[in-house]
C-alpha cells in the first residue's frame, strides 16, 4: 500500500483564534492520516555503525496476546491501535525524517501536532471559543495550587467538597493561597456518596466551588455537579479520573484540569480548560509556570512543553473521534462498567463494593472480599492470567479494577469470569 499522506502548508491562526491571548499567526503543517487505518511505510534501512539491520515493520493486526489486561489506575493502559500508531511513527514521523521526540517544539511540524490535539479536543467535549486549553505539566497536583494562585486573592474564601483523598489533596494545599472551606465532607463515611446538592451550604461570598468529579481512589463519581451559588458563579472540577469518559457540558465550569495519564494519554501533560474571563489575575507571588495568562498567550508553548506526551494525547483524541466521540464512548464505559458491578452485587456478599450505588464511577471499581485472607491470592491468581495493577490503593486496601476508556470489553469480561471462578473455588 502506498504511503497515503497528504501535507499541506498554510499559514492561518491556530484554533485559539479564537483564544483572545494568542498573539501571532503560525505557520502550520498539517498531514492528514487516518489513525484506525495507518498507513504502512515503506520499510527503510538503517546503517549503524556496528551493524546493519532493518528497521522493524509496523504491525497493523490487533495482536493482544503478548499484552496483559491492565487495570491500573494510572498510568494506565492505552489504546492498542494508538500504541501501534506511535510506534510506527516513532522513527520517522510522517516523513519528516525525524520522531516527534526530536522536533522542535517551535517547528511546522510539532505545531501541527499540538494544533490538531487542541482542535480535537474542542470537537470531542464541544469546548467554545469562550476557553482556553492548555497542554501543562506538574500533574493535576500542580493545579491544586495553581488553581486558587489564578484565579482567587489570598484572602478570598473559597469552597471544596471532599469526596475522597484527591479533594482533600486539593483543599489542603489551597490553604497555602486563599482561605479554603470545607463544605461537605465524606470522610465519616469513609468516602463512599456524593453530598445532596440541596444540602450544600455554600458560601456566597465564596470565590469558587471545587469538586473532585470522580475520585480514583475511592471509586465515586459525580453524575451531575452542583450549581455554584457564590457571587462568582465558579465551578472548578479536578476530572483527572474520568476525563473524556463521556460528554461533559463544559460551559457549567469556570475551569476543568485533569492529568493525561489516566485516559487520554502518558502522564506528563495536564490539561487545563479555563474560561477566558478568569484568565489575567493571578496573584502577584504566581511563579510564571503556573500562570495561566502566560501559557494561554504562548499557545503552552512559553517554555518546551511535554512534545511526546502532547503528540500522545493527539492520537487518543483522534482515536475517540474515530469511535464516534464521547457520547459513543460513554455508551461502552456504561456497559464495561454494569458488568462489573453486577458481578459484584451478584456474588452473595463474596464481593462488595463499598460506594453508593448512584454515584458508583464508571472508571475505577474498588470491591473488597469478604474473606479479606484471599486477597492476596485472589491478585497473584489474577496475574497468572495476564490481569495485573488489581490492587487497591495502600490508603484504601482491597481491590480496585479501573477500567477507562482504553480496557477493553474483553479485558471486563474476563475479570468477571475470573471473580466468577475464584469464587466458585473459594465460597
Ligand atoms: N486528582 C486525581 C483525581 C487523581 O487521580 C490524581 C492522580 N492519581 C491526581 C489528582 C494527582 O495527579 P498527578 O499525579 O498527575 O499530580
Redesign the pocket.
Known amino acids: 500500500m502506498a504511503t497515503s499522506i497528504s501535507t499541506s502548508s498554510q499559514t492561518h491562526l491556530l484554533p485559539q483564534t479564537n483564544n483572545p491571548f494568542l498573539k501571532k499567526p503560525i505557520t502550520t503543517f498539517t498531514p492528514t492520516i487516518s489513525l484506525r487505518n495507518p498507513p504502512t511505510f515503506k520499510p527503510i534501512s538503517i546503517k549503524c555503525a556496528a551493524t546493519t539491520q532493518a528497521h522493524p515493520q509496523p504491525q497493523t493486526q490487533p495482536q493482544s496476546s503478548d499484552r496483559v489486561f491492565n487495570f491500573a489506575?494510572?498510568p494506565a493502559t492505552l489504546p492498542e491501535n494508538v500504541l501501534r500508531k506511535a510506534q510506527s511513527e516513532l522513527y520517522n514521523w510522517r516523513g519528516s525524517g525525524m520522531s516527534v521526540m526530536e522536533m522542535s517544539h517551535r517547528g511546522k511540524e510539532f505545531l501541527s501536532i499540538i494544533q490538531k490535539a487542541e482542535s480535537d479536543l474542542r470537537t470531542l467535549l464541544d469546548i467554545s471559543s469562550e476557553y482556553s486549553v492548555l497542554f501543562l505539566q506538574?500533574?493535576?497536583?500542580?493545579q491544586f495550587a495553581a488553581v486558587p494562585l489564578n484565579i482567587c486573592n489570598n484572602d478570598d474564601a473559597v469552597d471544596y467538597i471532599v469526596t475522597g483523598s484527591?479533594s482533600d489533596?486539593?483543599f489542603k494545599e489551597a490553604q497555602k493561597y486563599c482561605k479554603p472551606n470545607v463544605i461537605w465532607s465524606g470522610k465519616s463515611e469513609k468516602y463512599t456518596k456524593v453530598p445532596s446538592f440541596d444540602d450544600l451550604k455554600q458560601n456566597p461570598e465564596a470565590r469558587f466551588l471545587h469538586i473532585?468529579a470522580?475520585?480514583?481512589?475511592h471509586g465515586v463519581e459525580f453524575k451531575n455537579y452542583p450549581t455554584p451559588n457564590n457571587k462568582s458563579g465558579i465551578l472548578v472540577a479536578?476530572m483527572?479520573?474520568n476525563f473524556c469518559s463521556k460528554p461533559v457540558d463544559v460551559s457549567k465550569f469556570g475551569l476543568i484540569y485533569a492529568?493525561a495519564?489516566?485516559n487520554v494519554g502518558p502522564?506528563g501533560v495536564?490539561v487545563v480548560i479555563v474560561r477566558n474571563d478568569l484568565i489575567g489575575n493571578a496573584q502577584s507571588m504566581t511563579p510564571v509556570m503556573l500562570d495561566y495568562k502566560i501559557h494561554a498567550e504562548n499557545n503552552s508553548l512559553y517554555n518546551t512543553p511535554p512534545c511526546y506526551g502532547i503528540y500522545m494525547c493527539g492520537l487518543v483524541f483522534e482515536d475517540l473521534l474515530e469511535q464516534g466521540g464521547l457520547v459513543e464512548v460513554e455508551k461502552k464505559n456504561k456497559k464495561k462498567a454494569e458488568i462489573l458491578y453486577n458481578a459484584i452485587d451478584e456474588s452473595n456478599g463474596f464481593f462488595r463494593c463499598p460506594v453508593e450505588k448512584s454515584v458508583r464511577s464508571l472508571m475505577n471499581v474498588p470491591f473488597t472480599l469478604e474473606k479479606s485472607e484471599l486477597e492476596g491470592e485472589f491478585i497473584k491468581e489474577a496475574g497468572k492470567e495476564n490481569m495485573v495493577q488489581l490492587k487497591g490503593h495502600r490508603s484504601v486496601g482491597g481491590m480496585r479494577a479501573s477500567i477507562y476508556n482504553a480496557m477493553p470489553l474483553a479485558g471486563v469480561e474476563k475479570l468477571v469470569a475470573f471473580m466468577k471462578d475464584f469464587q466458585a473455588k473459594h465460597a
Do not use: L, V
Not at 470522580?214 to 481512589?217: A, F, K, L, Q, V
Open positions: 489506575a494510572g506538574g500533574g493535576a497536583t500542580t484527591w489533596k486539593a473532585c470522580n475520585e480514583t481512589i479536578d483527572s479520573s492529568g495519564q489516566k502522564s495536564t
